[in-house]
């Protein structure tokens, strides 16, 4: 069966610091990935998307960065964080170009507090 | 462009009673496919339920049933028979039928309190 991890679960990190997270995907080959970002009661907002190895696709304009150097691992960094990064981090897969009926799995998540 | 909006941002339920989580969408794609994730405070995403445009009968998992209405274009999701577990967020999505990455697209979600 299919399995995804996050670490950390949680960090608290002071302004101007890096940042990197790490989702890896377990059990699967060739997935599509996704990071989410979702603020204190918020919905999710989709932040990166892979289709493959090095190919990372930008939904929204920010300070953030994503890699992916592996088929099945997601990095998200940041070199300077600022207040406004903190909220909840999700990664998430999907099969490769996914159908209609293809949903998305998620990982436990980062909580992200930046002081 | 698709959008999913959620119209409760807060919903209070009696144990034991059923509930409707309200879900309307926007898409011009002819092919789709809508789901409802479950989000408790833990902060995991949990999946629920799927409904495919061209499903004839509306989908069900024990006590999660989706009311799909195609023609108003909604997707409320009925809980039976409340328990105190449920109580958590509730996102609508969706996905279209292109083979685009970033085509799942999430409402802002409906937090159900459930009440003994």
């Known amino acids: 069966s299919q399995t995804i991890h996050q670490w950390p679960a949680t960090l608290v990190q002071p302004v101007g610091s890096p940042l990197s997270l790490e989702c890896t995907v377990e059990?699967?080959?060739?997935?599509?990935l996704y990071w989410y970002r979702q603020a204190a009661g918020r919905g999710l907002q989709l932040l990166f998307y892979?289709?493959?190895?090095?190919?990372i696709s930008s939904e929204v304009p920010q300070n953030l960065s994503a890699s992916r150097p592996q088929d099945r691992q997601f990095i998200l960094s940041s070199k300077k964080l600022l207040l406004s990064d903190s909220g909840f981090y999700l990664c998430?897969?999907?099969?490769?170009?996914?159908?209609?009926?293809?949903?998305?799995?998620f990982g436990p998540g980062t909580r992200l507090t930046v002081l | 462009a698709q959008k999913i909006t959620q119209t409760q941002p807060g919903m209070f339920v009696q144990e034991k009673e059923a509930v409707t989580l309200d879900c309307t969408y926007d898409?011009?794609?002819?092919?789709?496919?809508l789901f409802w994730y479950k989000q408790p405070s833990s902060g995991e995403m949990i999946f629920l339920i799927y409904?495919?445009?061209?499903?004839?009968q509306n989908a069900t998992e024990g006590r999660y049933s989706l009311n799909f209405q195609k023609a108003r274009k909604s997707a409320n999701l009925v809980i039976s028979a409340s328990q105190l577990g449920d109580s958590a967020m509730y996102f609508c999505?969706?996905?279209?039928?292109?083979?685009?990455?970033?085509?799942?697209?999430f409402g802002p979600g409906t937090r159900l309190s459930v009440l003994p």
């Open positions: 892979s289709v493959g190895i090095g190919q």
């Open positions: 409904q495919g445009s061209y499903d004839e």
């Open positions: 999505a969706m996905r279209g039928e292109y083979n685009y990455g970033q085509n799942f697209v």
């Open positions: 898409t011009s794609d002819q092919s789709y496919g």
């Open positions: 998430a897969w999907s099969v490769r170009n996914p159908s209609s009926y293809n949903e998305q799995f």
């Open positions: 059990g699967t080959s060739n997935p599509n």
